[in-house]
């Protein structure tokens, strides 16, 4: 699978919205994006995935770039509850080894 | 639904023991997998079953042993722990092979001594 990069760790207030981002510029046109976070002393746990077009559902939404280079997990309106680690994971859907490659991921901090 | 089930939560080891740490779905998905968790790093893929009576290695596979004789459980062994075995383990399970979603257990802690 592709590599994505992340910043190490992002700050947002409680009740704004948090745009995390990711950056994939080696995607090839058969990678999904998918967005994973993992709260404290919890397993990971998925958010959202998509392949061309921009993607909405009850935790988040998730906007790729045209050339699809790059893109963002959006979470509209940040709670206490959303303070985790953000994994930006591509995902070939074609062959080769399987399983999710996790990075560092983001650290979000929610201040109250 | 209980999802994804991981049993101990927690365990100290000797060096040199074995243990079998137990991970159950009740989902009937067909693809199991197995992660490792060093402190302040990504999840590393240790072992693989894309369905009953199939396995395949990840990227970190020695030192475990996996078998999967039903759709519902996919126990990961350690052979003879070592200090490095101590991490944090993941299990998760997926509907498909390359399936979009995939669920994770809690976690089972463990310490090799």
């Known amino acids: 699978d592709a590599k994505t990069t992340q910043p190490n760790s992002m700050e947002s207030n409680e009740e704004e919205p948090v745009h995390l981002p990711c950056n994939h510029s080696?995607?090839?046109?058969?990678?999904?994006i998918h967005w994973y976070r993992q709260l404290p002393s919890q397993g990971p746990e998925y958010v959202i995935h998509?392949?061309?077009s921009n993607v909405n559902n009850r935790m988040a939404s998730l906007a790729i770039a045209e050339d699809r280079k790059s893109s963002t997990l959006i979470l509209h309106r940040a709670t206490l509850r959303d303070a985790a680690v953000y994994y930006c994971i591509l995902r070939d859907s074609g062959g080769g080894a399987d399983g999710l490659t996790f990075g560092k991921g983001t650290h979000l901090i929610i201040q109250p | 639904n209980a999802g994804v089930t991981q049993t101990p939560k927690f365990q100290v080891l000797k060096t040199g023991q074995s243990m079998t740490l137990q991970c159950a779905q009740d989902m009937n998905h067909e693809y199991m997998s197995w992660y490792r968790q060093d402190p302040g790093m990504g999840l590393r893929l240790i072992h693989y079953?894309?369905?009953?009576?199939?396995?395949d290695q990840g990227e970190v596979p020695n030192g475990y042993n996996v078998s999967r004789s039903t759709t519902e459980d996919f126990p990961l062994r350690l052979l003879s722990a070592a200090p490095s075995q101590t991490s944090v383990y993941f299990c998760?399970?997926?509907?498909?092979?390359?399936?979009?979603?995939?669920?994770f257990g809690q976690g089972t802690r463990l310490t090799v001594v």
């Open positions: 080696t995607i090839s046109g058969t990678d999904y």
């Open positions: 079953s894309v369905g009953a009576g199939i396995t």
């Open positions: 998509g392949l061309t």
């Open positions: 998760a399970s997926s509907l498909q092979f390359r399936g979009t979603e995939a669920f």
